[in-house]
Structures are given as C-alpha cells and as structure tokens.
C-alpha cells in the first residue's frame, strides 16, 4: 500500500509540475508579446504606412516627406514610457512564486566575459551598423529603393530623450528579453537568429521592404553578440551603441560624423585584437543545438510536454538538473 501511495504522490508531483512548466510558459512567452507589443506595436502599424509614430500632430509637407516636429516634452514622455516598459517587463521575467512562474535569475547575474571581448562585440556592432548606413543605404539611395518614410526632426533635450528610449527600448525588449526566452525554451540558433532579426525589422519597415535591408547586417551581428555572450556589460554597450548611433545621425551635419563613429569601431576592433588576438573565442554560454530533430529527440527522452525546463532551476547535480556552468545565468 505504502508502495502504491509513493507511486501515486509521484504521478501528482509529475502533473503538477506539468501545469507550473505550461503555464510559465503562457506567462513568459505572454510578457515578452505584450512588452514588444506596448514598445513596438504602434510603430509597426506607422512603418507599414510609411509613417513615424513619434511626435506631435503639428507635421507638415516640405517636398514629398512629411516632418514632424518632436517636442523635447513628448520625447521625454516617450523615453519614461519606455524605461517603464522595460522595468515591468524585467520584474515579470523575474518573479518566481508560487502564483507567478518567471524564469528567476536571467542574463544580468552571473556570467561575464572578458574586456578585450566587449570591445571587439561592441566594434563589431559598430562597424555592422556603419556599413550599412555609408554602403547598402547609400547604394539603395543611389538606385532609388531607399525610402525614409515620414521624418521627425528633433532639438536638444529631444535628441538624448529620443536616442535613450530607442537605445533602452529596442535592445532589452527586442533583444535581450526574447534572447532569455528563446534560450529557456531551447530555441535552434539559426531560428533563434532568424527570430531576433525579424523583431529587429519589423518596426522599421518604413524604409520599405528592401531599403530595410541596410538593417540586416547590424541586427544579424548585434543578435549573434548578444546569443553568445548574454553578458550585462555586453547589453550595456550594444545600449550604449545604440544611443550613440541616433545621437550621432540627429546631431551630425552630413554623413562626416559616421566615419568618425565607424572609425571608433575599427579602433574598438583593433585593439581588441592587440589586447587578445581570439577574444572572439571567449567561451560563450552553451547554445542550443542548430537541429531541430535533435532538439525535438531531447524533448521526447525528458519526457516533457512542452519544450523548455526540465531541472533548468534544479540545483547542480540533483535528478534532471543541467550540468553545473550550463544553466542560463552561468552558473
């Protein structure tokens, strides 16, 4: 009879533990949309109309683009929205009771990597989005498939509110909050890249669909850098970058400025290198398999119905927990 009651307490521990796993996952996957929808949505709408969501109602034609003057107010509400976003979105993530199942401790905790190796993801982030802007932007210019959409200009205070919220906006809710849940759910690398791209480009098609490609070389890399060095020093600077790219573009006069910020990539890589000749090789946090078949096979063997956690918050060592070192956080 005890033998019976032990079998039967495992089979409830198994569905319970089946009903936590699906509905972690209806609240994870449900945070990361509802962020990237609040952030993005409005803007996606806008870009398939050629147009900008930002800025006031006061724009007007000058030739065949319409521009819409961006109040320092307005920017500043925009940025404060946006840290408002990230912030709920993060404290979600991270909420693991017994009424909400997150994921616990994600990116910002312990995995790190080495100086020379953020220099050379920050210049390689750099040198990506430059290239586009001077090479495949001017080329699709040149060759009339380059679209700008509706423009906005902005002043002063405007520029450093509007380049925050961008810079904060885009690489935590579409960069390092779906990197936390594609790696969680064991999403193949080249889906999971394919993936972050596409969120990347979705809410700048106003550059239509094929000007948009000036974009692809800096969301492949930035998406790549931060996949396999989920370190928080690594999303600062890609923020970093961010923001010092828009403030650049709103700030410049012509394209001379962004030679000089594609010339602080170029150093940023060179002395990388100097400094640690593979930096490249730094070792990155273990990433899923590029099979889905495989990926598919180890869902079967550790009997889950759903893809994703089986002892992912085990302690080290315990019965289906990961390997110690393997663990999201780095531990």
Known sequence: MDGEQQVGAAIRRRGVLRRRRAAQFVIVVGVAATAYVIAFGESIRYSINDLFTFGSADGESVGDTEVWYLPADEAARSALQTIVIVAVAVLAMRCNTRWWVGLGSWPWSRYRVSAATICGALGMAIAALTFGAL?????LDEWSIFS???GYEVEGLAVWWSAISAGVGEEIIALAVPVMVLRHYRT??????????????AYHLYYNIIGVWWLIPWAIVVSLVYWCWPDP??????IAEHIAYDVVVYCGDGITPLYFYAATG??????????????YRSPGLPTPSVSLRNVV???RRRGSGLPGSPGVHARP????AEPSGTGFDGG
């Open 135 to 139: 090479v495949i932007a001017a080329a």
């Open 148 to 150: 700008t959409g509706a």
């Open 317 to 320: 060592g315990s019965p289906g």
């Open 188 to 201: 193949p690398t080249v889906l999971a890249i394919w993936i972050l791209v596409a969120l990347r480009v």
């Open 297 to 299: 096979r180890g869902y």
């Open 266 to 279: 170029v150093v940023l890589l060179v002395g990388a290198t100097i400094a640690a000749p593979q930096w």
């Open 233 to 238: 020093r690594v999303l600062g600077a890609l």
